[in-house]
């Protein structure tokens, strides 16, 4: 009788809600242990002998901070790659709108980055702890000499670098915002603004394992009929759909922490005008989530990417339909 009323979809969909509700309040309880996803960027040479340690110190740092329980490393490689797509330098890096950035597309909330510093017979290894959403800069720096063994200078560094983040995450870190948090924020930004009636069709997978529910596309939809927007399903109903929101989602195992099961999430969205078929928006946000079950850190993982992504996403089209007025 229910699934009449409602119809087979919309049911669906609400039980995609509560399974995705469930999901965020069993990651949260996981996150009674702190994991803080980190970028380790390379590190800067500036003297006449210590060409090529830049990328020593930073090979070294990485394999020594891996292992940090508390840490979760993004990949050299995929790192490296949105530096050059986002045409950063180490010296942009700290740059607060770059920082904010590297944080959305590497999913990264600490970058570390830094400088090996000759002077005379001193070596330096001088690194900068970065909260990508705090925009916060903290330090950290071991001495040596050019004839000290370059290894046991960055265990080191590695060691006090540990301890800061370890100390003082709380200046770096930005607290979780919350569902009603998010929600205050878009109804500022947007303001009286009406927004198109929208269609969403994300595609979303774990890597590894079938995917159950859609927990990015569900967000966008929980997030998008509180704030008052209208979310076509119906095919019937296709010709009043205004903007059309596709992508793609997928979640993968990053690592294990003891018990607990880091995934890391990433999502890519545009907003396509319907009647023109103009881009209105595009963009992709990685977001990395722990829980007991890496299925459920999976979906955690894409419900935070997408409700991150909503912040940029649901604004930009509500100037739309404003320039449209």
């Known amino acids: 009788m229910i699934l009449k009323m409602l119809g ?23 996150q009674d242990t702190p994991v803080y996803p980190t970028a380790i960027l390379p590190f800067q040479e500036r003297g006449k002998d210590v060409s090529e340690l830049g990328s020593k110190v930073t090979d070294i740092l990485f394999a020594l901070l ?12 995929y790192l490296n790659k949105v530096l050059d797509e986002q045409e950063l ?4 890096v700290v740059n607060p709108s770059a920082t904010a950035r590297v944080g959305q597309l590497t999913g990264a909330k600490i970058l570390v980055t830094g400088s090996v510093l000759q002077s005379e017979d001193s070596l330096y290894l001088i ?8 925009g916060r800069v903290l330090g950290a720096s071991v001495k040596g000499t050019v004839r000290d063994s370059l290894d046991a200078l960055v265990r080191e560094l590695a060691k006090k670098l540990g301890d800061v983040i370890e100390a003082r995450a709380s200046e770096l870190v930005a607290k979780p915002t919350n569902r009603a948090d998010r929600l205050s924020k878009l109804r500022e930004a947007i303001g009286k603004s009406q927004l198109p009636s929208i269609e969403i069709k994300v595609a979303e997978r774990h890597i590894g394992q079938s995917t159950v529910d859609p927990a990015a596309a569900t967000e966008l939809e929980f997030l998008f009929t ?15 759909v205004e903007v059309v929101i596709q992508g793609e989602g997928f979640s993968e195992f990053a690592a294990r922490h ?4 880091s995934v890391k999430a990433r999502l890519e969205l545009k907003a396509v005008e319907r009647s023109s078929g103009r881009i209105l928006f595009a963009d992709r946000q990685v ?10 850190a ?3 993982a894409l419900q935070e990417a997408a409700s991150q992504m909503a912040m940029r996403l649901i604004p930009a089209l509500a100037n739309v339909t404003k320039e449209k007025k």
């Not at 990395?288 to 459920?296: C, G, N, P, T, Y």
């Open 89 to 92: 330098n180490l010296s942009g």
């Open 287 to 296: 977001a990395v989530a722990v829980d007991l079950s890496e299925q459920i």
């Open 226 to 240: 509180e704030l008052g927007g209208a979310v076509i399903e119906s095919p019937a109903a296709i010709p009043s």
């Open 298 to 300: 999976g979906k955690a």
């Open 258 to 261: 003891g018990n607990l099961v």
């Open 8 to 30: 087979a979809n919309r049911c669906a969909r609400w039980l995609a809600i509560v399974i995705v509700l469930v999901c965020t309040t069993m990651s949260t309880s996981a």
């Open 127 to 134: 690194a900068k702890v970065i909260g990508s959403e705090t």
């Open 66 to 77: 891996v292992a940090e329980p508390k840490l979760v490393l993004v990949e050299r490689e």
